[in-house]
């Protein structure tokens, strides 16, 4: 069954801690503008409501134009990612169907991107995300039915974690490098090359 924009969430995460590139990377300057900035402008356009960024305690998002991202503070965030993905997945009404999920230092991932995910997404327990040469990328979608096993994930084990221990099935859409080329170290941005 095809899902409806209506009953869908974006849940962009933005509450690393930012550890290999030495000071917070979403302030840092990305082509002329700060790179969460980025990608708040890339998503901005998406039909999808509710759209939500994670973010840590203390981060200030003064500096950002934030698209109608409703901002949500993950306290516990130095224990991982997967409190980010659950602070994010509380916060959607009980009713969502399903999540987009995404990284906030992904500075090329696109609202397009987000429709064509949907496009291929359905209400099975089957997680779908753009992949390149082999490697899972971004965004990804994860339908309701996961939900409950979305909140037993631990530490740094993100929602594909439950396809690698055979949880939930997996649906991979052929994308491109920057589908799965994320900023982790300054170097990144300073060569950054698609």
Request: glycine share 8%; with cysteine.
């Amino acid at each position: 069954m095809q899902i409806k924009l209506e009953k869908l969430a974006i849940v962009l995460l933005g509450a690393g801690l930012s550890t290999r590139f030495g000071s917070e990377k979403l302030v840092s300057d990305f082509e002329g503008s700060l790179l969460l900035q980025r990608v708040l402008d890339n998503l901005g356009p998406s039909r999808i409501l509710p759209k939500y960024l994670v973010v840590k305690t203390g981060f200030s998002l003064d500096k950002f134009d934030l698209r109608g991202f409703t901002p949500v503070l993950n306290p516990d965030y130095r224990s991982g990612i997967s409190s980010s993905i659950k602070a994010g997945l509380r916060r959607c009404d009980p009713d969502t169907e399903g999540i987009v999920l995404t990284l906030a230092d992904m500075p090329f991932v696109h609202w397009k991107d987000v429709e064509r995910l949907i496009a291929e997404a359905s209400s099975r327990r089957e997680i779908v995300a753009f992949s390149h040469r082999g490697e899972k990328g971004f965004p990804t979608f994860l339908p309701c039915s996961i939900f409950p096993d979305i909140f037993s994930l631990e530490g740094e084990n993100g929602a594909f974690s439950l396809v690698r221990t055979g949880k939930v099935s997996s649906k991979l859409i052929e994308g491109e490098k920057r589908h799965v080329q994320d900023i982790d170290i300054r170097d990144d941005i300073l060569d950054y090359s698609l």
